[in-house]
């Protein structure tokens, strides 16, 4: 449906039209009608410049004719006059309607000064300089922001109370019991799918009952730790990016900051400190769930009972390496949590940077996961 | 000149929160080419009338009239029909944050008409330079101060040459001058655009510069005290309430103008 907002819109819409008319030597004038809207189809302003050439030395208007107008005319104004004022013609425009004068009038008023220009091409060479650079600054930032964290644990072992004893209930709640029914169903069928393909390659051998153990080590020494790392990384330290980032996004952070209280102190330290004690507890939730879920196989599939099985396993399992397990959850939780604070207080200020800092938060939450369990193996077992 | 013409009526309108009611019984009309102005004290309820006029709010009782067709009656295309012909300027500009301004200006014209790409880049120089933006296309909202993102999103707000202009506290965080700037900017486009003009504000230098007519919300007797010109509230309105309001406390009826 098309809307005529400008003049009494009595008649029907009639195409837009320019003539050109020269009542004495020099001068031009610009005849307009027709309805020049948004909606039509305004003719081809070439001829018009075309014709202002260097015998026109006067440039008028007249808009009879004129129904209806809108910014499409002021546009196709716009480019008449510049044309005209670069071949320095005297343009009279008292024949055009107020609006339209006015309008133009309010566009050629002194714009803000550009200060800067943001976009362009750069040199390859520039850009790979420009890249070397924000490196720099991103590890000054992640030793700065680890700094303070330092700094913020001092405090606390100094018996200040750098945070809410509420809010760090909270984040215990949230991540510890928050995530059991998640943590349940991924564990358990995580020590589904161990038990399985153990037990297609064991059955051939006779050797049945040693899927308990393939089921047992491999949750407490890897699975159970690294399978809530990793809910956790997108269950929590996604939440943690996004809650800090709409913080920065609302200068809630800078509120914090011009109070003499410690963003990191307040808000990171809690986080982290819930993550630390709360993945631990739920990596040996995790085993156990895991170790069931492989004894359901072991029943089902294997003849086995499941004291048979749950003996098996307990029977292959040091204490040590259940300690193993629960170190790397721990390790698991500060790093998910550092990953989420960092890049929820380096976001920007837009919605964008919001969805940019959650995105990598998980991402390098994983990549660290992945790249600590195996240094941490590896320290263990040289 | 024509007599005036209802753009806007609103009858026995009764905005409510779940149970709680906000505001009750509001009955006024807006003719074409007012500046009309909602006022009244914080928490009265003049953004919710606000949101109740753009679609954005159902009320739970009484009519908003486009013309003559009740908004809220309609289906939901003819609403966007409607709505359309309003251009909108959020109280802290909501601006798209991740676009630059040409794109931020440029989104509703690709959405509602079938323009070449040139034409649309043409019309969004031309609406920036409006607004005194003039060069400011590859911006993001984020490079810019307060004031300026305001006016950008007066660009975004004109870009469909709306017959509606609707304002939430447009001199919200502006300084004096550039707020007063910006009460000329959106006189001259009034009169250029010949636009119908709704604005939220309880800025007193602001309401009597601009405004043409106007409705007074109170949040204590949760209705209207006042509706009709300001300068002629300002003589005649007998209600305290009001005389209050609109002499910043002193009870002295002369317009003081800045």
């Known amino acids: 449906m098309q809307q005529e907002p400008h003049l009494s819109p009595d008649t029907g819409a009639q195409p837009p039209v320019f003539t050109l008319m020269r009542p004495g030597p020099g001068d031009l004038t610009v005849a307009l009608t027709g309805s020049w809207t948004l909606h039509g189809h305004p003719p081809d302003p070439t001829n018009l410049l075309a014709a202002l050439d260097q015998t026109v030395r006067r440039l008028y208007f007249t808009s009879d004719g004129l129904t209806h107008w809108d910014t499409r005319l002021l546009i196709f104004l716009t480019a008449i006059l510049d044309t005209a004022g670069q071949r320095q013609i005297v343009v009279d425009r008292a024949g055009l309607p107020p609006g339209v004068r006015r309008l133009l009038t309010l566009s050629e008023a002194v714009p803000e000064q550009v200060t800067y220009s943001p976009t362009g091409r750069e040199l390859l060479a520039t850009r790979v300089g420009r890249a070397v650079l924000a490196l720099v600054e991103q590890g000054r930032e992640v030793a700065t922001f680890t700094g303070e964290i330092l700094l913020a644990i001092l405090a606390l072992l100094a018996g200040k109370k750098p945070f809410k004893a509420q809010d760090f209930w909270y984040f215990i709640q949230n991540c510890g019991i928050g995530s059991l029914p998640i943590v349940s169903l991924i564990a358990a069928l995580v020590g589904v799918i161990l038990s399985f393909v153990g037990a297609v390659q064991l059955q051939m051998f006779g050797a049945q009952i040693y899927v308990a153990n393939l089921v047992g080590l491999g949750m407490v020494l890897e699975m159970g730790a690294l399978m809530s790392g990793v809910i956790i990384a997108g269950r929590i330290g996604a939440s943690y990016a996004a809650q800090l980032g709409t913080m920065q996004v609302n200068e809630e952070i800078d509120a914090l900051r011009t109070m003499g209280i410690s963003p990191v102190g307040f808000l990171v330290l809690p986080r982290i400190l819930a993550l630390m004690l709360m993945l631990p507890l739920l990596c040996v939730y995790a085993d156990i769930m895991g170790i069931l879920g492989g004894s359901v196989i072991g029943v089902t599939m294997l003849d086995l009972s499941l004291v048979e099985f749950l003996e098996q396993a307990r029977k292959s399992i040091q204490l040590s390496q259940f300690g193993q397990g629960i170190l790397k959850a721990s390790v698991f939780g500060v790093l998910i949590g550092f990953a989420g604070c960092l890049r929820g207080m380096q976001c920007g200020r837009s919605a964008l940077a919001v969805g940019e800092a959650t995105t990598s938060a998980v991402v390098t939450s994983i990549v660290l996961i992945v790249v600590s369990d195996s240094f941490i193996t590896y320290l263990l077992y040289r | ?258």
Request: overall charge negative.
């Open chain 2, 1 to 258: 000149m024509t007599p005036p013409a209802p753009a806007i009526t609103v009858k026995g309108l009764t905005m409510a929160y779940g149970s709680y009611v906000l505001q009750r019984d509001l009955d006024f009309t807006i003719n074409r080419g007012d500046i009309f102005v909602i006022m009244g004290g914080s928490g009265c309820g003049k953004s919710t009338l606000l949101r109740h006029m753009i679609g954005l709010k159902q009320p739970a009782q009484g009519t908003v009239c486009y013309g003559k067709a009740d908004f809220w009656a309609l289906n939901e295309d003819e609403r966007a029909t409607i709505i359309r012909r309003a251009g909108v300027l959020y109280q802290s500009g909501a601006l798209w944050s991740s676009m630059t301004l040409a794109e931020n200006v440029a989104l509703p014209l690709q959405h509602y008409t079938e323009l070449s790409p040139e034409v649309i880049a043409d019309l969004v120089a031309f609406k920036l330079s409006l607004v005194g933006l003039a060069g400011f296309e590859a911006f993001y909202p984020s490079e810019l101060s307060g004031g300026m993102r305001k006016r950008a999103a007066l660009a975004r707000a004109i870009a469909l040459d709306p017959d509606f202009l609707f304002f939430d506290e447009p001199s919200a965080g502006l300084d004096p001058i550039s707020a007063r700037n910006l009460d000329q900017l959106i006189l001259e486009l009034r009169e250029s655009l010949g636009a119908t003009v709704v604005i939220v504000t309880h800025e007193l230098a602001s309401i009597y510069a601009i405004a043409t007519n106007s409705v007074f919300l109170d949040s204590e007797a949760k209705t209207m005290l006042a509706t009709g010109n300001p300068k002629l509230l300002l003589r005649e309105c007998a209600d305290p309430t009001v005389l209050n309001f609109l002499t910043r406390g002193t009870g002295q009826r002369e317009v003081r103008t800045v």
